[in-house]
């Protein structure tokens, strides 16, 4: 079955520090690949998708990045981290369809000081 | 633009008690509609959702929905509310035009004993 899995569960960091979050999956091949960002636990905004490695679409301009060095690898990141990006990270995978379900990590509650 | 709308933000009911919790949806193309529910500082996991066919889909844990085309609507239902049903519930929609998924703005649902 598939699995995955997402590092911190939480992160508290300064102003201006930087970020790196990880998610991985198990159990299945070229998934695609999903970062979304939920504040104050209500809507979700994705901010990007990945159909395979290296490739990495972005839906809201703002100071993070992602990577996919991996196939079953997606990593979330910031040279400088501003209070406003706050807020419980959520990672997600599905099979390459549009009508598949996509399935969605423990996510990572990162507090910005 | 596409959207999904969850009119309520809290919805009540006691145990035992039918419940419904209320989607609308606007899309281009041909929808592909989802529930999620999400308990505390956790990510959502999938409930059920429709792709075609049938109107009526059952899903995880008891609960169903009904795709009405007409209203552009999606409302989950159960027959009888149990208390560990109490969480948060997002709607969700993507379409045959974008494989992009949206999502509602959730509705929390407390079941009282």
């Known amino acids: 079955s598939q699995t995955i899995h997402q590092w911190p569960a939480t992160l508290v960091q300064p102003v201006g520090s930087p970020l790196s979050l990880e998610c991985t999956v198990e159990g299945t091949s070229n998934p695609n690949l999903y970062w979304y960002r939920q504040a104050a636990g209500r809507g979700l905004q994705l901010l990007f998708y990945?159909?395979?490695?290296?490739?990495i679409s972005s839906e809201v301009p703002q100071n993070l990045s992602a990577s996919r060095p991996q196939d079953r690898q997606f990593i979330l990141s910031s040279k400088k981290l501003l209070l406003s990006d706050s807020g419980f990270y959520l990672c997600?995978?599905?099979?390459?369809?549009?009508?598949?379900?996509?399935?969605f990590g423990p996510g990572t509650r990162l507090t910005v000081l | 633009a596409q959207s999904v709308a969850q009119p309520e933000d809290q919805v009540n009911v006691a145990e035992g008690n039918p419940l419904t919790v209320k989607c609308t949806y606007s899309v281009s193309g041909n929808p592909y509609l989802f529930w999620y529910v999400q308990y505390p500082n956790r990510g959502l996991q999938f409930l059920l959702k429709y792709i075609t066919g049938d109107n009526l889909v059952k899903g995880s844990y008891g609960f169903e929905a009904e795709f009405n085309k007409s209203q552009t609507s999606f409302h989950l239902k159960k027959p009888s509310a149990l208390v560990s049903d109490s969480a948060l519930y997002f709607c969700a929609a993507s379409s045959s035009n974008t494989g992009k998924l949206i999502f509602g703005q959730g509705t929390t649902l407390q079941v009282k004993p």
């Open positions: 997600a995978w599905s099979v390459q369809a549009i009508t598949d379900t996509q399935y």
């Open positions: 990945s159909v395979g490695i290296g490739q």
